[in-house]
């Protein structure tokens, strides 16, 4: 089972994924720093960052589809947080009443909130061409190479390493369960099962970690973070942080000249 | 005379909760043998293993190539002993192929080319050329035990310990994967209960039983006594029974 096959096209070949990992991990924590830093109400910079993203997409030839699919995840949560800038904020409240419910809104928080849900967009759909671009293991070396500690990094690592394994575990469990069922369980039964699942799959985990350490420990591990150090970068390389953030930021000027 | 490159001297281990893993074993290993560990589930096979290379450490000594099993030498040891353990899920823990087989030399401190180029060789002498960029989840269970191989190989380790090193395999996996260990020139200490592998592979077998050392002896003798492995729960190889 491959749950969290985020990196899945990171093995196409393309400019931005010959792209030194380093280079691409700062261009576009850079950038999102940038998108996050956007006025609240200036919506010219974000359709310019999309536009750019766009283009990144096209160039490194992952599938919009897919970026889109991984990108919109991030909406329900950027809705249930927004939603509490127009309900009730600012000088002046529209009433609304719906039966019985009196809701208050106000019109200048719906452009925080749509400012916010595009900025989201954007950030997600960032990591996310990063992530299919340079691929997991890249970003690793590149986390370790930038001074990201190495606990942070290893940590990350084997949880992208591990997920599958555990939750195939589960899943085996849970099938195990299943066929000794006789009749449907009532949902005390459910949760009392369910809990020793997961009581049990924390305790699998917790030994299998023993193992993978001893493993590890066998092959001469003391702490330290070992991966091949990301080659340098190329003229080429310093050229993408340009393209990435130029545009943004030149529309960002513009935009407080204006 | 001949020096052990492993000598075990009277090492004893107990698990926390109190059970005695081992139990006063002392045996020694000469280059170029390969070792048959066998004995029933809970005989302290495993337990024996990890103290080679200091993953476990009890009351008595261990000595690797002259160099006593203890903190100092850790480092120079594990160089010495690689340790194929049973599941490769515990030992590929890395996110690619190649990852996993470079951590040991990378842990050795080596250059990026001379990694490169012992992750390489590795991949070659396993038979995992081409998938090096693969996902460890993305292997069959066959590949993966090569894939486990190969990241000891890259160590060029002197002992090679491999722990139940046929389970769960497939007949076709299982007969490659003994070619790949019979080619291989270092020390083999093999813990099992496939019997017909030990036969195979070792020139000599190490029963063990309750944490104790049972019989230690020419692999040939050791498995046709039937008394002797039937005493200790198991059994006498199939090819030799059916042997004229």
């Known amino acids: ?258 | 005379m001949k020096t052990p490159i492993i000598q075990v001297l009277s090492l004893s281990f107990a698990y926390p909760d109190g059970t005695t893993a081992l139990d006063c074993i002392s045996l020694d290993v000469f280059e170029g043998e390969c070792v048959g560990f066998v004995g029933p589930n809970g005989a302290g096979k495993t337990t024996l293993l990890l103290h080679l290379n200091g993953i476990l450490s009890g009351r008595g000594k261990v000595i690797i190539d002259g160099l006593e099993v203890c903190d100092n030498n850790l480092r120079k040891i594990r160089q010495k002993v690689g340790i194929v353990f049973q599941d490769p899920d515990d030992q590929l823990f890395s996110q690619t192929v190649f990852d996993d087989i470079a951590f040991g030399p990378l842990s050795m401190r080596l250059a990026d080319n001379e990694v490169l180029s012992r992750v390489q060789l590795a991949l070659t002498q396993a038979g995992m050329e081409g998938f090096e960029k693969k996902a460890p989840h993305h292997l069959s269970f066959g590949q993966k035990k090569k894939a486990s191989l190969a990241s000891i190989l890259s160590m060029r380790p002197r002992i090679i310990a491999l722990d139940e090193p046929t389970s769960n395999m497939d007949p076709r996996s299982r007969r490659r994967f003994l070619q790949l260990i019979k080619g291989l020139e270092a020390t083999k200490i093999l813990s099992t209960h496939d019997m017909e592998s030990v036969r195979e592979l070792c020139n000599r077998v190490v029963v063990l039983d309750s944490g104790k050392l049972v019989a230690d002896g020419e692999a040939q003798s050791i498995l046709s006594d039937r008394q002797l492995m039937e005493s200790h729960g198991l059994e006498v190889p199939l090819s030799l029974r059916c042997a004229p």
Not at chain 1, 66 to 91: D, E, Q
Not at chain 1, 159 to 171: C, T
Not at chain 1, 189 to 216: N, P, Q
């Open chain 1, 1 to 258: 089972m491959d749950l969290f096959s985020i990196d899945k096209y990171s093995n196409l070949t393309s400019p931005i994924h010959r792209l030194n990992p380093v280079v691409s991990l700062v261009s576009f924590l850079a950038f999102i720093v940038v998108v996050v830093l956007v006025p609240s109400g200036s919506f010219v910079p974000l359709v310019v960052a999309l536009l750019s993203l766009s283009g990144i997409a096209l160039v490194s030839r992952v599938p919009l589809r897919f970026l889109l699919r991984r990108s919109l995840v991030i909406l329900p949560f950027a809705i249930a947080i927004g939603v509490f800038n127009v309900l009730g904020k600012g000088a002046q409240l529209v009433m609304h009443h719906y039966a019985s419910v009196s809701l208050a809104f106000d019109p200048t928080g719906f452009h925080s909130f749509l400012n916010m849900l595009i900025k989201s967009f954007v950030c997600i759909l960032g990591m996310t061409l990063l992530v299919s671009t340079a691929g997991s293991v890249r970003l690793f070396g590149a986390m370790q190479k930038i001074g990201v500690p190495t606990g942070l990094t290893l940590g990350t690592c084997f949880l992208s390493r591990y997920v599958s394994v555990v939750a195939d575990e589960l899943f085996r469990m849970k099938r195990s369960r299943d066929s000794r069922r006789a009749g449907r369980p009532s949902w005390v039964e459910e949760l009392r099962s369910l809990g020793a699942l997961i009581g049990v799959l924390f305790i699998r985990s917790y030994e299998r970690a023993e193992r993978v350490y001893m493993a590890m420990c066998s092959r001469g591990f003391d702490g330290f973070g070992v991966a091949v150090a990301p080659s340098r970068a190329s003229t080429k390389d310093v050229l993408f942080p340009v393209l990435l953030l130029g545009p943004l930021l030149i529309s960002i000027f513009v935009e407080m000249a204006i």
